[in-house]
Structure formats: structure tokens, C-alpha cells
């Protein structure tokens, strides 16, 4: 743990075990013994009200005369309580889920959107929780809205959408910190929905139709390019085999026969009339 995070946690523990070492005093030593007596005398109906149960998932935390009574809190079970001079706070240490509802973010690029999450925390500390801040849960919810809207204030409508998670944990860590003195331990926040408005989702649509056609044109343009690439090596073979070239016009004459055509071209080769010309100059 961060040593300058434990310094503020060791000194309010030191300041609560310094007023405890006080002790009470005089008079409320005489006030206490009054609440003992007055427990004796009406025994066994004070039993009602001095006896208290306190379930698993709580603790109590008992003041006496103001002042805590013990250096942790009490329970689970019964416990003793006096009247007149004792009071006691329970405190749920369950999972509490807070939900926060949408919020207004204006991001790094001007952007506004919706957002809303969820926040996971409990208390590990009931004595800190009552005797360090006035409502817990109250605070910490109000300080995760502010958290959450100046942590994603700081990114850009693309690095929200595409790091959700990360986001997520380093608003995690702030709440930690800040919640530490409080006795709250923040287990987890989420990011639920980011919502922007229509005209900005139509502007991101046609700005992703647009590169979507752009890449699109670009694979069809090399496409072609090593089509025609290909058509060069081929003739140039042709070219260098007059036997090959007579070859792709006999396949050629196969493949229009398998169809059904009236009418079949007959490809003559141009050697065949070179040997003609060459006769008739002769003759």
C-alpha cells in the first residue's frame, strides 16, 4: 500500500485511541454507575432494552458518553447496551450497488454524451464509516458522479467507446483513494451505456460508409491491376509459343461447343493463310 495513503489512515486511528486513553471522567464514571444501577433495579424488563442483536453482515458501533467504546466495532450477536449513557450505530457491511443515472459529459473533442454507470463498494470499516464522514453512502455517491464525470471530460469520444474498461479502473483507483478514509473499499465500476445524439451517430455513419467505399475501391483497383498483370505474362508466353496460342483457340472451341449455341465460331489460324500468300506469290 501506498505509504502516503496509509499516513492519514494512522493518524485518525491514532487521534480515536488518543480520545479513548482520555477515559471518561468523573462524571461519567457517576453516570454509568447510575445506568448500572438503574439496570439492577428494574431487572429483568431493562434486559429488553439493553440487550441488542446484531446480525452477520452488521456491526455496531457504541458510543459511550460521545465517545467510542472500544477500539472496534461490535458484533455479530448480542450485545450490552446502557441506557441514558450508551448509543450505538449499525452499519451493513454487504455490497451495496449504487447506480448512477445519466450524466452530460462534454469530451476532449467537444463531443456531448450520455453517460451512466454502476458502482460496487462496501464497508470494511464500520467505526470509520460512522465517525469519519455523516453519510456514506450519500458521499460516496456524489463523489463517484464527480469522479466519473471529470475522468471521462479528460478522453475523446472515440477513446471512450473503444476503452471502456480501462476507463472503468482507473475511475476504480481514484474512488479507492478517496474512499479509504471512510472505511469504504470500492470493488468495482462499470460503464454501462454511452449515448450521443442522432446528427453526431449519422455523421460517424457516413464517415464510416465513406472509408468503407474507399477501401473497397482500393481493393477492386489492385484487383485489376494483377488481372492485367496477368494477361501481360500470358500473351507474352502466347506470343513466345505459336503452338500454345493454337491450343487456347481449340480450348476455347470446347467451351463454346458445351454451351448450348447455334452458332460456333471457328477460330483459322493466322499461319494457315501466311502459307496461302506464300503460294500465290509463288504461282
Not at 159 to 172: N, P, T, V, W
Request: hydrophobic letters at 45%; charged letters at 20%.
Amino acid at each position: 500500500m501506498d505509504p502516503q495513503r496509509e499516513a492519514p489512515k494512522k493518524n485518525n486511528t491514532e487521534h480515536l485511541i488518543a480520545d479513548r486513553q482520555e477515559g471518561i471522567g468523573v462524571c461519567g464514571w457517576i453516570l454509568a454507575f447510575l445506568s448500572f444501577l438503574l439496570v439492577f433495579t428494574t431487572f429483568p424488563i431493562s434486559m429488553w432494552a439493553c440487550i441488542k442483536v446484531i446480525r452477520e453482515y452488521e456491526r455496531a458501533v457504541v458510543f459511550q458518553l460521545g465517545r467510542i467504546l472500544s477500539k472496534k466495532a461490535k458484533g455479530p450477536g448480542l450485545i450490552f447496551v446502557l441506557p441514558c449513557t450508551d448509543t450505538f450505530f449499525k452499519v451493513d457491511l454487504r455490497t451495496v450497488t449504487c447506480n448512477i443515472p445519466p450524466l452530460e459529459i462534454l469530451t476532449k473533442d467537444a463531443v456531448t454524451a450520455q453517460v451512466d454507470g454502476v458502482v460496487c463498494y462496501r464497508i470494511y470499516s464500520a467505526v470509520s464509516a460512522v465517525a469519519n464522514v455523516t453519510d456514506v453512502h450519500s458521499a460516496t455517491f456524489l463523489l463517484a458522479q464527480t469522479t466519473l464525470r471529470n475522468a471521462l471530460g479528460t478522453q475523446s469520444l472515440a477513446q471512450l467507446l473503444a476503452g471502456r474498461e480501462e476507463i472503468a479502473h482507473s475511475i476504480q483507483a481514484i474512488l479507492d483513494s478517496a474512499t479509504e478514509q471512510w472505511g469504504i473499499k470500492v470493488a468495482r465500476v462499470e460503464i454501462k451505456d454511452v449515448r450521443i445524439p442522432v446528427a453526431t451517430q449519422r455523421a460517424m455513419a457516413a464517415e464510416a460508409e465513406a472509408a468503407r467505399k474507399a477501401r473497397a475501391k482500393n481493393v477492386a483497383a489492385e484487383g485489376e491491376m494483377n488481372a492485367s498483370k496477368a494477361l501481360k505474362q500470358a500473351s507474352m508466353v502466347l506470343a513466345d509459343s505459336p503452338a500454345g496460342l493454337q491450343l487456347h483457340y481449340l480450348q476455347t472451341l470446347t467451351t463454346l461447343a458445351a454451351e448450348n449455341n447455334s452458332t460456333i465460331v471457328f477460330p483459322l489460324p493466322l499461319n494457315m493463310l501466311d502459307s496461302f500468300r506464300q503460294k500465290n506469290r509463288g504461282g
